[in-house]
Nanobody, 114 residues
Framework: QVQLVESGGGLVQPGGSLRLSCSTS????????MGWYRQAPGKQRELVASISSGGTTYLANSVKGRFTISRDNAKNMVYLQMNSLKPEDTAVYYC????????WGQGTQVTVSS
């Protein structure tokens, strides 16, 4: 059973930064690509960023130049550094082990507002 626990969300002003963390267990972490997704009220969940087992990254156009995804295989952790946050980044953020079933964590709320 894959378990994912997200943390690091909060309330931040536009232009601010947050670093999200995701702790993973129940899988051989280094074998899987990891993704950060977000879901805003009334919208579908969308992929924000992903990182392959080899470290290749993907960023959605809406966050390119502002967000960075990274992973620490020794700690079974994946991170999302979010800079220059905008109100439209407000959402619940989830991490997901791509290809390891349909397990999701509880998510972490990010609210960007003045």
């Amino acid at each position: 059973q894959v378990q994912l626990v997200e943390s690091g969300g909060g309330l931040v002003q536009p232009g601010g930064s947050l670093r999200l963390s995701c702790s993973t267990s129940g899988i051989i972490f280094s074998n899987y690509a990891m993704g950060w997704y977000r879901q805003a009220p009334g919208k579908q969940r969308e992929l924000v960023a992903s990182i392959s087992s080899g470290g290749t990254t993907y960023l959605a156009n809406s966050v390119k130049g502002r967000f960075t995804i990274s992973r620490d295989n020794a700690k079974n952790m994946v991170y999302l550094q979010m800079n220059s946050l905008k109100p439209e980044d407000t959402a619940v953020y989830y991490c997901h082990a791509i290809g390891a079933g349909n397990s999701w964590g509880q998510g972490t709320q990010v609210t960007v507002s003045s």
